[in-house]
């Protein structure tokens, strides 16, 4: 059985321990891989999966092997393949014990996924190490079969595919909520601190139909309440302004925040990991790339919203670049009330646009699969140092 280590830094966002916890369970449970999962703040990891014992400096879960990373870095033996994630450097001393290895590990670094065209160009380069016999190699997931992918569970459409099947009364309910009545539409929004949110829920408040807009604990809440000018929200608060309701839920873990999204009409999603499965979810997205300094992610929205809007109607993939636009705080010329209205105007061809989007997703790939190949040509072909 092959060994792999996968070494994650949690930032403050959960998108990178949320990517490498799902690669890791597909890792073990599609490929049948020994996994050691190395995270450096586990009561991070808590919040996205509550099994974990954010104490333990070792437990086994999901069949994948969590290991806490500390400094310093206990002596481990390398793996036969070794994943940082999102370049966040790995130990020294595991570093030094690569080295000593023979034959050395594949070492991947996992880029963060990008819409961008040089992405193809970049992925799979060799990068050799200044002092060690190693080379590491760059994977890049992407939207092209010249890439590495998208992360998606094997049986994920048949996951979803079932509980739209079963329908979402059951799940409305979990969450204190009935059935949304005829003519409501359902949103979900998972942001960062937006100067654009206000106009935004001041839209939703005006809409001739009634909105229900379902916000998980997160970043956004501050300007949640800032809007409806009281003092703080909590899991359980409810609000009406107009047509709109908001609903603060609880902070969902990976597999709730997957039927939250099957179950909703349009989701508003950040990051990388929420964005990736918003697409799977074959429901219309509005995607708010990681704020950068000089606007730099601006050029990444309009990476993936070209992609996505191509064979689009007109109209209606105007209507889908002015909300993303506007909510990634680009200039436009319509104001934000006027984009939603045109979004509304052209929903029903929105939606049938991201049940041909999740087709296209499927020709680049699955990153774990791609992954597996990779590394495994690697190690069958060798790995010489600096090659």
């Known amino acids: 059985m092959r060994t792999w280590d996968i070494f994650c830094k949690v930032v403050d966002n959960y998108g990178d321990i949320g990517i490498a916890w799902r690669l890791a369970r597909g890792l073990v449970g599609e490929h049948g891989l020994a996994v050691r999962l190395w995270v450096d703040d586990l009561h ?6 509550p099994a974990i014992d954010a104490n333990a400096a070792g437990q086994a879960c999901e069949g994948v092997t969590v290991c806490a990373w500390r400094t310093p870095f206990a002596a481990a033996e390398p793996a036969q393949v070794v994943i940082d994630a999102f ?10 014990a690569m080295g000593e290895q023979s034959p050395p590990p594949v070492w991947i670094n996992l880029e963060y996924l990008s819409a961008e065209p040089w992405v193809a160009k970049h992925h799979g380069l060799p990068s050799p190490h200044p002092r060690l016999p190693l080379t590491r190699y760059f ?19 048949a996951r979803r ?43 939703w408040a005006a809409d001739p139909r009634p909105i229900t807009c379902l916000v998980p604990e ?9 809007w409806l000018s009281v003092p703080t929200l909590q899991a359980g608060a ?12 609880p902070f969902l873990d990976q597999d709730q925040y997957d039927h939250l999204l099957w179950a909703c009409d349009l989701n ?30 601006w050029d990444k929205a309009n990476a993936l919203l070209a992609h996505y809007t191509e064979g689009l109607d007109g109209a209606a993939a105007r209507a889908v670049s002015a909300m993303w636009r506007h909510w990634n705080g ?23 646009h991201a049940v041909a989007w999740c087709d296209r997703l499927r020709l680049a790939g699955r990153l774990t699969d791609k992954l597996v190949d990779f590394a495994e040509n690697k190690i069958k072909f060798g790995v010489f140092p600096n090659s």
């Open 238 to 249: 409810s609000h009406r302004r107009g047509a709109l309701r908001l609903r603060i839920l």
């Open 87 to 96: 370049g966040c450097a790995l130990p020294e001393a595991y570093l030094a």
């Open 44 to 49: 991070a990891f808590q919040r996205i999966w």
């Open 330 to 352: 680009m200039p436009d010329a319509d104001d934000l009330a006027a984009c939603w209205t045109a979004w509304r105007s052209h929903q029903a061809i929105i939606e049938a």
């Open 218 to 226: 997160g970043r956004v809440i501050p300007q949640l309440a800032a």
């Open 161 to 203: 595919a079932a509980f739209v099947q079963r329908g979402t009364v059951a799940f409305w309910r979990q969450l204190g909520l009935q059935a949304p009545p005829p003519g409501e539409l359902r949103v979900s929004l998972f942001a960062y601190e937006n100067p654009a949110l206000p106009a935004l829920l001041d839209a």
């Open 268 to 297: 508003f999603v950040r990051g990388e990991d929420s964005c990736v499965r918003a697409q799977w979810a074959v429901r219309p997205l509005v995607w708010q790339a990681y704020p950068q300094a000089d606007a730099a992610h």
């Open 139 to 157: 994977f890049f997931p992407g939207y092209t079969p010249d890439t590495g992918g998208l992360l998606a569970e094997a049986d994920l459409d």
